[in-house]
């Protein structure tokens, strides 16, 4: 007599056991998500609103997803699908790097955040972070995304592969390539401040 | 080169690549290149949370019934 009656809340238990399914796989990469959101917008809102777009959309789908395989590739496919269809139609030019703006960002946004990562002496200890941060955002965008896909979120070469519709062999030279490029502007910026490089 | 850095050859794959830079200097030292450039990105790129609004909408997604 009460069957599909909205207002009562009920849901079946299929739908409470997808919910617990989402939680404890889903929910834990949004770090990640947020954090590539940001690399790919460079702006704080509209990050906000595509990792919330992409969660909304995981869920939708998530009975697609095949467990046991891994979740954060799936939920990054989904993230960057959702950017292309609403950021890329616009598109800023492409090529044209302003660093100022990739400073102002940077330093806005690590103001904001009560616990990002401590200073670490690293092997370069003469680059500061936002150095390393522009010099990584001044690479092209598909050298940059690899990088990021996997030397910062530790996906596999397969998973990229994956995510950016391209070959594995693709990958492995745009990592190659993109490295050997950073390591370019890296040394540029010690060189500018009086280090020696090595 | 870079699949060898991120541990990415087969067994094969990386006898191959070790033999070869024992005795090949260029190679040898884009690899130690390709490793430093590769630990300084992990150890230098400022990872950033997501803000609280935006985790507590999202839990909040998946305690509604859709």
Redesign the interface.
């Known amino acids: 007599m009460t069957s599909h009656n909205k207002e009562e ?3 079946s238990p299929a ?1 409470a056991q997808k ?1 617990r399914d ?2 404890e796989e889903a ?1 834990q990469h ?6 590539y959101a ?1 690399h790919l917008t460079m702006n ?1 809102d509209d990050a ?1 609103d595509l ?2 777009e992409t ?2 959309k995981a ?2 789908f998530f009975d697609s997803f095949e467990k046991g395989t891994n979740c954060k590739a799936w939920l990054f496919k989904i993230l960057k699908n959702n950017y292309i269809n609403k950021f890329r139609k616009n598109a800023r030019e492409p090529g044209k790097v302003d660093y100022d703006q990739i400073k102002e960002f ?1 330093h806005s ?2 103001d904001a ?1 009560s ?3 401590d200073l ?1 002496a ?3 200890k003469s ?1 500061m ?1 936002d150095e ?2 522009q010099a ?1 955002h001044g690479l092209p965008e598909e050298f940059r995304e690899v ?1 990021e896909l ?3 979120e530790g996906f ?2 397969e998973e990229i592969a994956n995510m950016v519709e391209s070959p594995i062999g693709t990958v ?2 745009r ?2 390539r993109g ?2 490029l ?2 370019e502007k ?1 040394n540029d910026f010690a060189r500018k401040h009086g280090y020696g490089t090595e | ?3 060898a ?2 541990g ?1 050859l087969s067994e094969r794959e990386q006898q191959d690549f070790d033999q070869h830079i024992t005795w090949c200097i260029s190679c040898a030292r884009e690899y130690q ?2 490793k ?16 609280e ?3 507590n ?3 909040k ?6």
């Open positions: 809340q009920q849901i739908e919910q989402f939680q929910i949004i770090n990640a998500l947020y954090n940001l704080p906000h990792v919330q969660y909304l869920y939708k940077y946004i690590k955040q616990d990002s990562e670490n690293g092997y370069m680059l972070h390393v941060y990584l990088i996997c030397d910062i596999t070469y492995r030279s990592l190659f490295r050997k950073l390591r890296l | 080169m870079s699949a850095v991120d990415e290149e390709s430093k450039t590769k630990h300084l990105i992990r150890e230098k790129v400022v990872r950033f949370k997501a803000p609004s935006l985790v909408s999202i839990l997604l998946t305690d509604s019934p859709s």
